[in-house]
């Protein structure tokens, strides 16, 4: 479950410089491998999203409207039990200066999440059920082989020359004092778009994701009621062409026992020829930390009653005012 929660995320992966050494590529896709087998522990992030935009021939209103997307940030904080289908997700997201708290809770057949300024519950079991196709399988939108075919292309894309391995450094977790191995990654501008295409490609051709996207997504987002998935991802494929990517840093450190416990990405890319309105340059950091490892976890569900949940068809009805608003207020 955590994995796929983090999934869109961990494809912006970069890298950054520091010494080498010949079976660093072998060490680093083996720790990759074991991580992703991890059934049960913790992992919380944060990660932070500026954007500069063209503000030619925009208005005075325009620009400052803009100014609430302009700082993203957010944090998120999981306990997970894959083989028990259990897991809580808290996740916070702060934009333009607005915090909201949004908090998914995933216990057996039952799934719901808490709503934020309101405060209530919404149950989502029906969305579960359809995302989780066998016991075992991780709650997703999209294909299990297409996350793995997205992966395998990362590992594939790296060579010896690309990635280094540092020295032995010890990290303060939250188990403590952990004696770890640093590895970074160093890839180009052609290299990123490969995989960026390659990923669009694998998720073109995912019904799992076309269905979610039609069932939910596009229903719930606005400004994609009218999209469809190819229109999307053909866009999506279109903008890539017109990013230079200015600065790509990843750092891994893994533990004695080969599990990731660590990981930093950075990565800056600009636009060219953005028109009026458009995002001219990105830059995203995020820092991801797994800790008790396949450990049991204890999960603190909340009660649900008639008086703190609310109906998914009737939770426009229920809010005090539409989240848009906020984005629109005068001063």
Known sequence: ?????????????????IGCSFDSLEGYKNAVKKT????????????????DFNTEKMTEEQIKELNYVRNMKGSFNVAYDDEMEKGIFRNYLNMGGLGFDLDLFVNGEEMFMKLPVIGKYMRLSEMKEYMIGTPEEDLRFVDRKTQDAINAKWLGLLKKEDIFKGKAIVLTTPDGEVKTTEYTIILNDEQIKDLAMYSMDMLYKDEKLKESYEKYISKNIESLKDTSPEELFSDMKESI??????????TAY?????YIVNEMVEITFEVDNAEPGAVTRVSYELNIKNWDINKGQEFDFPALTDENTVDMDNMEQNMPFKIEALFNKKD
């Open 1 to 17: 479950m955590r994995k796929s929660m983090i999934a869109i995320l961990a494809l912006l992966l970069i890298a950054a410089l």
């Open 36 to 51: 992703d087998q991890i059934k049960k522990g913790r992992t919380e992030g944060e990660f932070s999203l500026v954007m």
């Open 241 to 250: 062409k017109n990013y230079t990517v200015e600065s790509f840093g990843y």
């Open 254 to 258: 893994v533990d004695i026992d080969g």
